[in-house]
C-alpha cells in the first residue's frame, strides 16, 4: 500500500506499544464531562509546577531533556582547549562566561557604562543617525523578510516597537489584575535606575510610561497585527520620506549599511507617531526612555542582583514564577540562542539518525494525502477554489529534522577576554548584519527559521513550507514504538496542523507560492469567514479567569489550525488501519486512543497570572482548552468516547464549527 505506516516501518520485528501511559489518566474524573482533567490529570498530578516555572505541560518537558542533553554536549566542549576561532572554542567560551557570575559582580556595570555615555550624545540633530547604530534603544524595529507580494525576494521592513510591556492593552486596560501590573511595573522601572546609579529615579519612571504609553497609543493591538493586509504597506523610500520626514532615513539607513529604494511599513500610525514624537518630546525625555530600553536589554547579562531585580518583575509580576532558573540553564540557553544551528549540528549527530528523518518524510505524505483527500469532500467549496487548494497542498515544500546546510559562525567573535555583556553585543551585532544581509536578495527556501533541537514546529506562508525540527520527534509526540493510533494522535496532528495553517484565516490568504494574493472564489471566502465566525464565538464565550474570557479573534488561526490538524490526522489514521484495525488495549479501543494521545500532548499546569499574560498575547489557546475547546468540534471523538447530550462538553451538531 501506498500508505505505508510509521509504525509498521519501525516495529516490523517487535511488538507495538499503545504509546499510551496510563499513569497520566484521571479516572477519578468522568471523561465524556472534562476530557482534558481525564486524559492529563495524572501527568498534571506527577508534574508539579516548580518555583522556576510559570507553565509546565509536555512541550516543556520534552524541551528539559533536550536541554540536558545540550548541556552535557556544550559541557564537553567547554572543558577542553580549542583553537581560537573555533566552533567549539566559541561555544565554550560563551558557556564559561554565561556560568562565571562571580566575574560579572566583580566588573559590576562597567560593560554598559558606553552604552550610557552614547546615549548621553543624542541630540534632535544625530538622533537618525543614533536610531541606525543602536543594538539597544529604539522607537521603532528594522528587520528583513520575504515580499508579501514578491515572495521570492526579501524586503527591508519596519514594526512597531519602543514599548517594552509589548502589548499595547497594558498600557489602557483598567481591570484590576492590569492596573496592577502597570503600577508594578513603574515601581520596577524606577527601582532599575536606581541600581544603575541614576538620579531621579521616579521622575524619569514616570517619563518612561508616558512616552510608552504613546507609543502604545498609535500601535496596533495583537489582533490588528494578524492581518496581513493592513500590516503590508509597500512604498518607496522617497514616499517614507515624505511620510515620516522628521526622520532623515537616508542617514539612519546609510549607518546600519542599508541601501534601498523602497521598503514596507508595517504600521503607518505607530511610524509616524515616533517620527511626531522626535521633534515633539524634549530630547531629555527621549534620552531617558532610550536609557531605560538600554537598562532593560542589559540588566540580566551584569551582576546577580540587577538580574534578581529583572527577574522581580518579568518573572514574578508578570508571569507568577518564584524562582529564576539555574545558572546553568541560562548558560545553555544563550549558547542555543547565540550559536543555534552549531550547536544543533553536534545535536543531531548524536540523537537524530537519517533513518528517522526518512520514516518522518513517510509520515508527512501521508497526511497530505488526507488533507487532500478533505479539501476535496468539502461541499461548501466550489470545484475552482478546491482545485487553487490543491495546487497550493501539493506545493508545500517539507523540512524534517535538520537542514541541508548549515549556516556559518566564523565572522562572530566570542572572547573570553572580554566581559560576557560585550560578547552579546557583538553576537547581536553579528546577528542583526546575518538578517540585513538578506534585504533585496532572493529568499533561500533552504534557509531555517527554528534550529534543529527546537520542541516545535512551524508553517510560513511566505514560503509555503512546514517545518519539523529533530528536537519535537520524541516522545510523547514521535515513538517509533507505538501504534498508529498513537503516532497519529500525537505528532500526526501536529503535521496536520501545521498543514491546515496554510488554510487558516491568515495563510489562506496566500497562493502557492507564498505570494498575498487572494486564490478564493468570493462566495467561497465568505462561506469560510462564516465557519470561522463559528470558532470566534465558542472561544470568545471560555472564562479562562473568573471574569477573563478567551480571545476567539486572537487565537482564530491557532484554533482553525488544531481543528484541522485532528480532523486530516484522524482521516490519515483511518487510511493507515484500513486494513489492519488495531486492537483493543487497557479498556481502550484505537480511536479512544488517539484522542488520548492528542490530549497528552497539552497536558500541563500554568499559573494564574501566566493564564492572563497569554490571554492578552499569545494567539494559542491554553492548553485545556486546545482540548476541551477543540475536541466538542470534532465528529469523531463524540463517537469514540460515546459523548452524549447529557455530557457537559457537548455541542449541538449544527453549532460545531466544520472546515477542514
Partial sequence: MALLTIAATS???QQQTTGINLANLDTTVVAQNDFYQYACGGWIAANPLTDEYSSFGSFDKLAENNRERLNSLIKDIASAEHEQGSIEQKIGDLYNLALDTARRDKEGLEAALPLFAEIETVTRENISEKLGLSMTYGLFGLYADADEMNSSMNILKTAQGGFTLGEKSYYFDTDERTTNIREQYIKHVERMFTLFGFDKAKEKAQTVLRLETRLAAAAKSQVE?????ENYNKMSLDSLKQLVPQIDWDVLLAAQNIHVDEL????????????????????????????????????????????????????????????PQPLWKRAVSTVNGTLG???????????????????????????????????????????????????KLSAFYVKVGYPDKWRDYSALNINSEDP?????????????????????????????????QTVNAYYNPSTNEICFPAGILQPPFFDMEADDAFNYGAIGVVIGHEMTHGFDDQGSLFDKDGNLNDWWAPEDREKFKQRTQVMVDYFNGIEVLPGLHANGELTLGENIADHGGLNVSFQAYKNATKWHKLPDVDGFTADQRFFLAYANVWAGDIREEQIAVETKTDPHSLGRWRVNGALPHIDAWYKAWNITEESPMFVPKEKRVTIW
Avoid at 536609557?291 to 509580576?317: C, P, R
Avoid at 501521508?366 to 461548501?380: G, K, V
Fill in 11 to 13: 516495529c516490523s520485528k
Fill in 264 to 323: 514596507s511599513v508595517g504600521q503607518i500610525a505607530h511610524l509616524q507617531e515616533a517620527g511626531k514624537m522626535i521633534v515633539e518630546e524634549p530630547i531629555e525625555d527621549l534620552r531617558t526612555l532610550f536609557t531605560w530600553q538600554t537598562i532593560s536589554h542589559v540588566s540580566s547579562s551584569l551582576t546577580n542582583e540587577l538580574y534578581l531585580a529583572n527577574f522581580d518583575f518579568w518573572g514574578k509580576v508578570l508571569s507568577g514564577r518564584k524562582e
Fill in 341 to 391: 544551528e552549531a550547536v544543533g549540528q553536534i545535536y543531531v549527530k548524536k540523537y537524530f539518525p537519517a533513518e528517522a528523518k526518512a520514516r518522518m518524510v513517510k509520515l508527512v505524505k501521508n497526511l497530505q494525502t488526507s488533507l487532500s483527500q478533505r479539501i476535496d469532500a468539502q461541499e461548501w467549496m466550489s470545484k475552482e477554489t478546491k482545485a487553487k487548494a490543491q495546487e
Fill in 420 to 452: 560576557y555583556l560585550v560578547n552579546l553585543m557583538r553576537a547581536e551585532k553579528f546577528e542583526q548584519d546575518y538578517y540585513m544581509s538578506f534585504v533585496g536578495k532572493p529568499v533561500d527556501r533552504d534557509r531555517w527559521y527554528m534550529t534543529p
Fill in 225 to 229: 497585527l494578524r492581518d496581513p493586509y
